[in-house]
């Protein structure tokens, strides 16, 4: 299936001074270029890779069978496998389009249908608990959500305040009572006994469609979790009982501030709670509702089983089970393993899948574990069948993956390497990188690759490093690809390749780290990812090195063909930065493209934008031109490398995009392309001026009453939001930061999506 994205470039001179237009540079994802391993085929090969993944059940398409929706923890990423329709299989397509559809999100997000019409509503993390979303998706038409509650709320102990959820947290939200409606599990702000919110939308005669909620118990099932550990301690006496009922809100306020403050340091404790998952389901077919825990510091599972025999009766758990599930393999992962009950295999006995939740000493390769039901929805019966679902059919490298091109082999065809920063190894209990080989065994006009390797020449214990960076170019003039290898120390490693012309790479290393041309030390700072180019065009190559900054640093090789030596000529090469305004480190990720003799720049970053800059050739001291390339139809993650060069022999350039979640994905060139966000942006509209300073003018060109517009940042962040009154209407910007924005406009099904850059008047 053919994926279109608009690459759209317009030209700015920093502090964006807007300049003039460029052509476009049009791409298509695709998934259509085949990666093998051994005799099989990667089936979602470009599919970007799973981290931390969030599984939820959803018609994606309207064909009346459930699919999958993941939720990465990783980048706040939204991921969209649509199953292939037959009975029992696990066959899925990665169908990016539809991840368009959602809105911005953050730490956590679960489907489920709160109104009864049969369609997935979208429950999401919002500072201080939950946001909800109506899925509004029209029979045969796109799919489509609308904000229906910005901030549930809760009567507690006489208080109307936020139902309070963790970010860090991942709530039960499952019909306890069976009345129809959806209820709430959630550990609170004290975070050692579950908070039962009660849903009496029912009761109260206002149908599944409303949400009034109330606090039913404080420790519900009479269990509590200990304070430092996962031990379960049943029949215990609530912790909570006696709170005064004017000081639950200013806990409730506090543990928000925290809350707010660990996503922007990750580091620091979110609130008195450090992380729980809370997985409600039947197990043993009683009707009761039992429990599935995770916690943030363990590896297992713990089933809780609900002794109780009628429902709202604040009866006690009865039973856990630690090693759940005691008949089968045991869940085990290194850290904070969460439950997800879904049907993966189209048979409409929902299934289990367990997933880490904590970002970071997690495993991340293979961390998708796939339990199997092979009993009945109503009395499930769970059998382990793989620990890398959806993973194993994708190129995954665990956190990151950085794509480098060069011609391994010597055939004339560019081969993939592909690194990153490393995969949690449980064996050793730590992080390894390792660089994987995809030999290029197609054609000039059709790649196609096989694996050969997921350990090219040894790197992890040559180098022993994380990060690993490689670039290939003939240093020594001997007709052969020498190597360069950067990492997350900053120090470059140096190694000669002893195989000769149009043989596979043989290298051996000749210096650890290497010296500039006085002997010193190179230090290209942490998360160096170097380039071998002719960047001055003097028929040697240079070295261009991104690192943790967000900046480029120049080499300028000062030898000769046969003998390279290297000289720092800057720090800040083109007077460029891909660091966010808001962020203290960048992660450039450098790749050049020569386009008929000029050369165009591409550098990831850690915010996920892939920017491109020109104007290079002539100017090595200047100030590039930065373009615009933010790739934001259908956003890749955290953390992009891209990889560029004219794959197919179209005359057009092709790019391999890594990120943070471990994967790839891939876009040709296609000078025809035109944006995919075009299957949900039917809406006609325009903005002027663009850049702005003060005002912004959004212009419909088939207005009718009932547009609305939503105004994101860079990070997501909703600033501004209301209705549209007329076909034109102006808006004040002029106290956002200085920067790039997201305006969408949407009204029922359809919705559109454009960005403006907001700078400062002089």
Known sequence: ??????????????????????????????????????????????????????????????????????????GNKPLCFVHQGSINS????????????????????????????????????????????TNTTPVGGPLSFQLFIPLIRSNQLGNMINLYVSSVDLPGIVDIDGDGDLDVLTFGVIGTSLEYHRNYSVENGHGLDSMHFQLKNQCWGCFEEGTFTNEIFLNSPCPNTGIPSPQLPLLIEEATRLDKEHLKDPDRSASRH??????????????????????VSFPNLVQITNGATVVNANQCMNAFDTLFPSYDVAVKLEVFPCGFYVDVNNDSHRDLIVTPQSTGAAENKSSVLYYKNTGHDTLPVFDQIQRDFLQKEMIEKGEGAIPVLADYD????????????????????????KISLYRNV????????????????????????????????DLDGDGDDDMIVGDETGVLARFVNTA???????????????????????????????????????????????NRTGKISFYENIGTTTLASF??????????????????????MPSVYDDNGSYQLFVGSKAGWVHHYNNIDG?????????????????????????????????????????????????????????????????????????????????????????????????????????????????????????????????????????????ESR
């Open 567 to 588: 000289r720092l000529v800057t720090v800040s090469f083109g007077n460029l930065n891909v660091k966010e305004w808001w962020d203290n480190s960048g992660f450039s």
């Open 274 to 295: 450090s992380g729980s998952c809370t997985c409600g389901l039947d197990l043993n077919g009683d009707k009761m509702i039992d429990l599935l825990l995770g916690d």
């Open 1 to 74: 299936m053919r994926r279109i994205i608009t690459l759209s470039f317009l030209v700015f001179m920093l502090p964006f001074q807007l300049l003039t237009a460029q052509t476009s540079y049009l791409f298509s994802q695709v998934d259509t270029v085949v990666v093998r391993f051994n005799l099989d085929t990667f089936n979602l090969a470009w599919a970007g890779g799973i981290n931390y993944g969030q599984f939820s059940n959803i018609d994606l398409n309207g064909d009346g069978i459930k699919d999958l929706f993941v939720f990465d923890r990783t």
């Open 90 to 133: 696990i066959e899925y397509r990665h169908e990016p389009e539809y991840e368009l559809a959602f809105p911005a999100m953050q730490a956590w997000a679960l489907l489920k249908d709160y109104n009864g019409d049969g369609k997935e509503d979208l429950w999401t993390y919002t500072p201080g608990g939950i946001k909800l979303y």
């Open 442 to 473: 197609g054609t000039a006009t059709k790649p196609e690759y096989n694996f050969l390797t997921d350990n090219f020449e040894g790197l992890n214990s040559v180098i022993g490093q994380r990060s690993l960076v490689p670039t290939f170019g």
């Open 619 to 759: 100017n090595l001291s200047g100030s590039f031109t930065w373009v615009d390339s933010t790739v934001f139809e259908i956003p890749s993650g955290l953390r992009t490398a891209p990889a560029v060069a004219d794959l197919n022999n179209d005359g057009f350039m092709d790019m391999i995009l890594g990120n943070f979640r471990g994967g790839l994905s891939f876009f040709v060139g296609d000078p025809q392309g035109s944006s995919s966000v075009q299957e949900y942006a039917n809406i006609d509209f325009s903005i002027f001026p663009n850049p702005v300073s003060d005002q912004l003018f959004i212009a419909i060109s088939d207005y009718i009453p009932g547009y609305r517009i939503i105004i994101h940042d860079l990070t997501g962040r909703e600033l501004y939001s209301g209705a549209i009154n007329a076909d034109r209407t102006a808006i004040d910007v002029s106290s956002f930061v200085p920067g790039l924005y997201f305006i969408s406009i949407f009204n029922g099904s359809k919705t559109t999506t454009q960005k403006f850059i907001r700078y």
């Open 410 to 433: 010597g055939d004339g065809l560019l081969d993939l390497f592909v690194s990153s920063f490393g995969y949690f190894d449980p064996v050793s209990d730590s992080i390894i990188c």
């Open 500 to 546: 000769g012309p149009g043989n596979p790479y043989d290298f051996i290393l000749v210096s650890a780290g290497m010296l500039d041309y006085n002997g010193v030390l190179i230090d290209a700072g942490q998360f160096s990812a170097p380039v071998l180019v002719d960047i001055d065009r003097d028929s040697d190559l240079d070295i261009l090195v991104g």
